[in-house]
């Protein structure tokens, strides 16, 4: 019962998720303002703990006085708020690409174990959306034409590990990355916000996106001119 | 010496016993002991794996030896364990045994050793235990790490039920560690310094992905999942069966579901006997085992369902024929269906060489299985299905199952088939309502539908035929469309026979027979009451003839508008009880009682009336208050219909709420239901609709209901009309007053009277100008032309004071006498002032009256008033102007000029009352009168409309000059 709201509202999302342009015809929308939206709205979803982490420590008992107190995020897994903003654009959403993948990967092996809990397969379906449009709005930014491919569902995973042999260590282990996932999706959103309310927002509106976003990286990362962004599943972090 | 002597004798002992021992050790064989000890764990299992060697053995020798194994925990001299382990050993073989430790290895370091006998009674010199081996110290830790906190077993499968040892081991001895199992505390018990014990006893299954055991340190946490299976069941109702001697299906059920998270689920093998094959199943319910083309007959099938921790088997034996289970027959048809019968076939799916098959036809109809038949069937079946209703539909099913050796009857299969039409069975039900009006009888009848299983498809018409008897050629057929359910005919004085029949698409139902004779047979029976149970109505009756081929009782409400209904008896009947769910309390019922004669004239036996259920009325009548004097008032509610009323009405209350608290005669004190006292009296008559109420008081007052009671209850006591009672002079008082009354009016009258004549004796009306006598006297001196004075002809250039004489108010024209000899009258003048369209001299004629001029004469006003010259000209010209004159005359006096009718023998009194100059009359002797200013004088004159002006609102010139008093016109 208390998974059932939280699917249900994923449910609808991910229908709303198909029905964005990139997956559906393949190319991707040239409104940098309209993916910065989408991404903006995919993002705060996501960061949401009720989505993952909440459903993780029920079925697995975690969510008890003495144990949920010890699911805190790892530091080092994934990256911190500051450092997010000192990124470069391209440079962001290369860490953001690469740092889903992995989280792809882990949600994968989360799965296998878990296979009840349907939750992982729709969220990984959205991290699918969200890498598309990390792909289409670094296509807009200089430079771009031989960047990340966009995602297909399946293509992602690479054998899960066999399970720990402290079951109990891997158990807090998924703890801690699933939180520390929500955490550093709540920081990535926050980073698109500033995008969405920078000055060249108003710029770019009055302009060109691709000016726009070309500027916004060219002031952040000067060095990232000319330079072509990786294939997907080349991005690092 | 002595020392000599001693050491010789100890040499000596020494020397024999060293010869004792060796011939001992040369004449016994070496002794048997373990070497080559190892020790391992496997710390899934929580296992200490033993593994050693006996040496010593001589080829191809085997003997049963006996170890007795000892294992300590934590110090050596702690042993906790003794085993003896029996087997036989040959040479150079490595031997194994193991251990399970409840507690963790992990937890504390164990040592284990061994020493060894052989247990053979042929050896007897080698049955005694060998030396122990050396302790072999097994700590697990030291492979574990360095981590601060670890608890043990990691990841420990347990069933449910189990008792469970854990413990924490701490690198550091910290005091305040505290564990707990699914967010509760556990307590232990201590091992060492740094080792705490747990042991959880009946452990129960919490969720697929294991028990949460944890313990926390201020600096550290650490925890182990332990998983608790349920506990592996035996597979239930194992069973195999084929359908086609090809394969066998094997079903089971197999318990609770034992599977893990990270643990191998349970897993099920088909393994039989006889063939010794073995196949791991799929599924965790069924498994198909292929059947060998050999054509096996007999089959022992074990199915072993097992997981990590238990193992569990049943087995069945049977002959593969004895588990036939047919696939379900197809190809269903139905053929050849009429009204009655239809044939079904159907096919069978061939089970091998196996051939006949039993088929069960079953039919339904409505829902429940009406015909059951089995047929032996070897490819293809077929049965004709009969005594079917027509228009009907019904559902056949068939199934099958091996003949020889049953098993299982297949699934059914099935289909749908409805049955053709046939004519009506049976006659429709008819009765009849005679009604004589006019000579004529009025037959109104009635007819129940047609029953499904009677009408043999849809009802489209009834037909009516009626027969004369007295005139057997007289025949009409009347044919009524279904669904109508009754008819009305007009019919004569003659008898008739009436057939009623109903006709669908085949064909005619038999006839309904009735007849209606000359006398229609409502005799006048007299009605009687009958009461109404929850059961029905309860009737009987007594035969009057004993040729009767029936009884028919027939019943309605009391309202007209509801449908008769009827119900046909026997002739043998002499009572029924009528039952309908259509009957409803509170209404009244009217029942009649047939008898059938064999000529199936009908005749009235008995008229009954009743109620299922009598109810109190529900309204009180309305009730008329008359006749009401000093002492009594009537009550009467002639209107009252007590027939429909919901029950018998058997009387009525009549209650007074009397000002006092005795009740008059014949009341009764009773208490209402809102506590109030009130004055009863009953009426037992229902039909006496009057009361008097008498002995009243005067001048009082009263409140009465009238409410009706049946055997029920009585009416409600809704609201009481209130009476006020007169006094008892009030009367007497009438008959003085109305005489009064009129007296008075008589006196009124004659007062009246009386006044008009004090009116006309004292004030008299004014006289008519044509009445005057001056007239007579104008025709006599003008050549007897009687004329109205002409205003034209007026000459406004002179006045003329006439002197009235008393006894004769004539004046005439141009008669001067002087101002003095007018002293003794009182005079009133009149002037003509000149106009510009004077014409020519004309006589003038003035007049006085004293009723106009009374306050004038008195005040002498009515002298001649001097005009003087200084008068404005603003206001001269407005009365010297003819045109502001006769706007002054349309202003002010238009109503009167219009309210006097024009004609040319009509007389107009203009006068002029006040004038703003009149205060000057002194003046007048001195001044003779000028011609310009009337307006000082009251004048009074007569005019001839005819002649001078038809209207003022005529734009005639006028030449006389006037202001009139408007409170002083008259006509």
């Known amino acids: 019962m208390r998974a059932q709201l939280p699917r249900r509202v994923l449910l609808s999302l991910v229908l709303r998720l198909l029905f964005l342009k990139p997956v559906v015809t393949g190319s991707c929308s040239g409104d940098d303002q309209e993916l910065l939206r989408q991404l903006q709205h995919q993002v705060d979803f996501m960061k949401d703990s009720s989505r993952l982490l909440d459903p993780y420590m029920h079925i697995q008992g975690l969510d008890v006085p003495g144990l949920k107190e010890h699911c805190q995020e790892r530091p080092g897994v994934f990256p911190r708020e500051n450092a997010l903003h000192e990124l470069s654009r391209r440079g962001f959403l290369q860490t953001l690409n690469a740092k889903l993948g992995h989280v792809l990967h882990r949600l994968t092996i989360l799965q296998q174990n878990l296979p009840k809990v349907q939750d992982f397969g729709t969220v990984k379906r959205y991290i699918y959306g969200i890498r598309n449009n990390i792909y289409c709005l670094a296509q807009l930014l200089p430079g771009s ?77 000067p060095s990232m001119r000319g330079k072509r962004l990786m294939p997907r599943g080349q991005l690092s972090q | 010496m002595a020392l000599l002597a001693v050491v010789h004798a100890a040499f000596l002992l020494a020397l024999l016993s060293f010869r004792t021992y060796q011939s001992e050790v040369l004449s016994e064989p070496l002794p048997l002991t373990p070497e080559s ?72 370091t164990h040592f284990v050793r061994i020493r060894s006998r052989v247990d053979d009674a042929s050896i007897p010199e080698l049955r005694s235990w060998s030396n122990w081996s050396s302790w ?23 069933e449910e039920g189990s008792n469970v040892t854990i413990c924490y081991v701490s690198r550091s001895p910290e005091s305040n560690i505290s564990c707990a199992m699914e967010g509760v505390p556990i307590h232990g018990e201590r091992l060492s310094p740094n080792v705490f014990a747990f042991i959880l006893n009946n452990v129960r299954f919490i969720r697929e992905t294991g028990t949460n055991i944890y313990c926390v340190s201020p600096s550290n946490m650490s925890g182990t999942i332990l998983f608790v299976s349920k506990v592996l069941e035996e597979p239930k109702d194992f069973s195999c069966e084929t359908q086609d001697l090809k394969s066998l299906n094997c079903t089971w059920d197999p318990g609770h579901d034992t599977t893990l998270q990270y643990q191998p689920s349970q897993r099920y093998t088909l393994f039989e006997s006889f063939s010794g094959k073995t196949k791991l199943c799929e599924h965790k319910k069924w498994c198909h085992w292929q059947v060998a083309p050999d054509s096996q007959e007999t ?29 379900k027959p197809f190809n269903v048809f139905l053929k050849n269906i009429s009204a009655t019968n239809a044939t079904m076939t159907w096919k069978v799916h061939p089970v091998g060489n196996y051939s006949t098959l039993l088929c069960q036809v079953a039919l339904h109809g409505e829902g429940k299985v009406i015909q059951q038949h089995n047929v032996s069937v070897k490819v293809k079946g077929q049965y004709f299905l009969s005594e079917l209703e027509p228009v009907t539909e019904y559902v056949t099913r068939v ?57 043999h498809g849809k009802i489209l018409f009834y037909n009516v035929v009626i027969e004369n008897l007295d005139n057997p050629s007289s025949v009409k057929l009347l044919s009524i469309p279904a669904p109508a359910n009754g008819t009305e005919l007009t019919l004569d004085q003659c008898s008739y026979q009436i057939h009623v029949t109903a006709n669908n698409s085949v064909g005619t139902s038999p006839a309904s027979i009735i007849v209606i004779s000359r006398d229609p047979g409502n005799k006048n029976v007299e009605e009687g009451r009958i009461q109404g149970t929850e059961d029905g109505f309860s009737l009987s009756w007594k035969p009057q ?91 009467s509610w002639k209107d009252y219909s007590t027939d429909s009323q919901p029950g018998f009405i058997q009387g009525y209350h009549v209650y007074l709420k009397p000002k006092v608290e005795q009740c008059h005669p014949g009341f009764e004190k009773v208490a209402l239901s809102d506590d109030s006292v009130c004055c009863q009296y009953k009426i037992d008559n229902p039909e006496q609709k009057t009361f008097v109420v008498e002995n009243l008081q005067p001048e009082s007052f009263y409140e009465f209901l009238v409410t009706p009671y049946t055997s029920v209850g009585e009416g409600p006591h809704d609201t009481f009309t209130k009476v006020t009672i007169p006094d008892e002079y009030s009367h007497v008082l009438m008959r003085i007053i109305l005489p009064m009354s009129f007296c008075l009016v008589l006196l009124m009258v004659l007062c009246y009277l009386t006044s008009q004549w004090m009116k006309d004796k004292c004030y008299p009306d004014i006289p008519d100008p044509y009445k005057s006598s001056v007239l007579s006297l104008i025709k006599y001196k003008e050549n007897h032309h009687p004329t109205i004075m002409n205003v034209n002809d007026c000459v406004p250039d002179a006045i003329e004071v006439v002197n009235k004489l008393e006894g ?47 306050a004038a004469s008195d005040s002498g006003s009515c002298g001649h008033v001097p005009v003087p010259l200084k008068t404005p000209p603003s206001q001269l010209a407005l009365l010297t102007s003819p045109e502001n004159l006769l706007k002054s005359l349309e202003q002010n006096y238009v109503n009167s000029s219009g309210e006097s009718p024009a004609g040319e023998n009509s007389l107009n009194y203009v006068s002029q009352l006040a004038s703003p100059m009149s205060g000057d009359k002194e003046s007048l002797p001195t001044n003779p009168p000028g011609p310009a200013l009337c307006s000082e004088y009251r004048t009074q004159m007569a005019v001839s409309l005819g002649h001078a002006s038809p209207s003022p609102s005529e734009n005639s010139s006028l030449s006389l000059v006037t202001l009139l008093d408007q409170g002083e016109h008259r006509r």
């Open chain 2, 37 to 108: 000890l190892e020790v391992s764990i496997n710390s899934t299992q929580q296992c200490l794996y033993l593994q050693w060697r006996v040496h010593n053995l001589t080829n191809h020798q085997e003997l049963k030896m006996v170890f007795q194994i000892e294992i300590s925990r934590i110090e050596t001299s702690n042993v906790i364990w003794v085993e003896n382990y029996s087997t036989p050993v040959t040479w150079n073989q490595v031997l194994h045994w193991s251990w399970e430790s409840k507690l963790p290895l992990e937890c504390v």
């Open chain 2, 299 to 327: 089959y022992n099938l074990t199915l072993i369902a097992e997981n990590q921790l238990r193992r569990r088997s049943v087995s069945i034996f049977f002959n593969l024929t004895h588990r036939v289970h047919p696939m």
């Open chain 2, 545 to 635: 003839s004993g040729d009767v081929i029936g009884y028919v009782v027939d019943w309605s409400p009391q309202d007209p508008r509801c449908q008769l209904q009827w119900k046909n008896l026997g002739p043998n009947t002499t009572s029924t009880v009528i039952r309908s769910d259509a009957f409803r309390p509170g209404i009244r019922y009217n029942f009649r009682i047939y008898e059938i004669s064999t000529e199936r004239i009908a005749y009235l036996l008995e008229r009954k009336t009743g109620y299922s259920q009598e109810l109190a009325p529900s309204e009180n009548p309305q009730v008329a208050v008359s006749n009401l004097t000093s002492h009594s008032f009537t009550l």
């Open chain 1, 145 to 221: 034409s031989e960047t990340a491919e966009p995602t297909q569902a399946g293509t992602e995973d690479s054998p899960p590990p066999p399970p720990a042999s402290d079951t109990f260590q891997s158990k807090l282990q998924g703890c801690q990355f699933l939180r520390g996932y929500h955490r550093f999706m709540h920081s990535v959103g926050r980073v698109f916000h500033k995008w969405r309310e920078s000055p060249s927002r108003s710029r770019s509106r009055r302009h060109s996106p691709h000016r726009a976003l070309r500027k916004g990286a060219h002031r952040m990362q």
């Open chain 2, 399 to 455: 199934r099958c199952a091996a003949s020889n050796h049953f098993w299982k009857w297949s699934e059914w299969t099935g289909q749908t088939f409805t049955t053709l039409e046939a004519a009506p069975s049976v006659a429709p039900d008819v009765w009849r309502n005679v009604k004589t009006v006019l000579g004529s009888h009025i037959v109104t009848l009635f007819w129940r539908p047609l029953s499904k299983s009677h009408a």
């Open chain 2, 136 to 158: 072999e110290e097994v700590d697990a830790q030291k492979s574990l790490g360095q981590d601060p906190l670890v608890v043990f077993p990691i990841n420990k499968l347990v």
């Open chain 2, 808 to 854: 004769s108010r004539i004046q005439f024209l141009g008669a001067r006498k002087s101002l003095t000899e007018m002293e003794f009258t009182k005079p009133a003048y009149l002037y003509l002032l000149p106009t510009e369209n004077y014409s020519g001299p004309g006589p003038c004629i003035c007049f006085e009256n004293f009723t106009y001029n009374q």
